[in-house]
């Protein structure tokens, strides 16, 4: 892990893209781990029953994704507000990309916006988000 | 349904309060499984280990909306913002109280849809740990 400053960052940086685990077994430990056991996160065919399309990620886990890649952008990066909207289902099973980009930038606070997107492997974006991170 | 009416009668009365507990094993699986490397989350032996920042997502009221709160349709899901207020350890009790902290509208070509921020504030004893909010729209129906 490389430690990156706030002197680092450059407006309009691009974060290094990551792609989070959505199997069915990593699912299962993120939906015991918060306490959301329900079949539709876990379970194809009890989603489909549900009107699904299939078992989804659950829209937290999809935004602690979000965090993550930015932990692995900056492994010092404390963050102050994460904000995100779930527009779509992301399916379990599926490949998904988080990528962001910081949009703003605060000298006095040591502070960075950061534009967030997760989408899916035809390029539909099915999280959007904002964070607001603290950096050394 | 006016909005000033909802924004006064409802905003920013406590409805709910919960009692939570923060726990390592769980505090790790959701790390790992999110896909954290730093060993603040992943490692409980780290003398820094912590939960991962959004972790007080999974914490939720018993109600999404206080009980008497008009039935002007149903509320869906749309979105959630975490503020983490400085770092949660394993074994802190938390209380989560919930109020209505945001009530606003658009309108579209569909019409009309409120949108409502349930806002969980999660205390450490007296000390502000985590704020959760949740948003939720409710796409009014024709004849109101």
């Known amino acids: 892990m490389t430690s990156r400053r706030f002197s680092d960052v450059e407006f309009g940086e691009d974060l290094p893209p990551l792609t989070p685990d959505t199997s069915i077994p990593n699912v299962t430990t993120f939906v015991k781990a918060a306490g959301m056991l329900n079949e539709r996160f876990t379970d194809h065919e009890a989603a489909r029953k549900q009107g699904l399309p299939g078992a989804i990620v659950p829209g937290i886990m999809s935004q602690a994704v979000m965090a993550s890649m930015i932990h692995h952008w900056a492994p010092e990066a404390q963050v102050e507000k994460i904000d995100t909207v779930f527009r779509a289902p992301v399916l379990v099973g599926h490949p998904h990309t988080v990528t962001g980009v910081v949009t703003d930038m605060d000298d006095d606070a040591h502070t960075v916006e950061i534009d967030l997107t997760l989408e899916n492997e035809a390029g539909e974006t099915r999280v959007l988000g904002t964070a607001t991170v603290r950096l050394p | 349904m006016e909005i000033d009416d909802l924004k006064r009668d409802w905003l920013n009365l406590d409805f709910d309060e919960q009692k939570f507990e923060l726990r390592a094993d769980q505090m790790l699986d959701f790390a790992r499984a999110v896909g954290e490397t730093a060993p603040r ?92 909010d949740s948003r939720m729209v409710i796409r009014e129906k024709p004849n109101q």
């Open chain 2, 41 to 132: 989350f992943t490692d409980p032996d780290d003398p820094d280990f912590q939960a991962p920042p959004t972790f007080t997502a999974r914490f939720h009221s018993r109600r999404l909306l206080p009980d008497e709160f008009p039935r002007i349709g149903l509320p869906l899901d749309a979105g959630k913002a975490v503020m983490p207020q400085h770092p949660l350890r394993a074994g802190t009790e938390l209380v989560g109280r919930s109020h209505l902290h945001e009530i606003y509208e658009k309108t579209g070509r569909s019409g009309r849809m409120i949108f409502l921020v349930a806002r969980m504030e999660l205390y450490e004893g007296e000390k502000l740990a985590s704020i959760v």
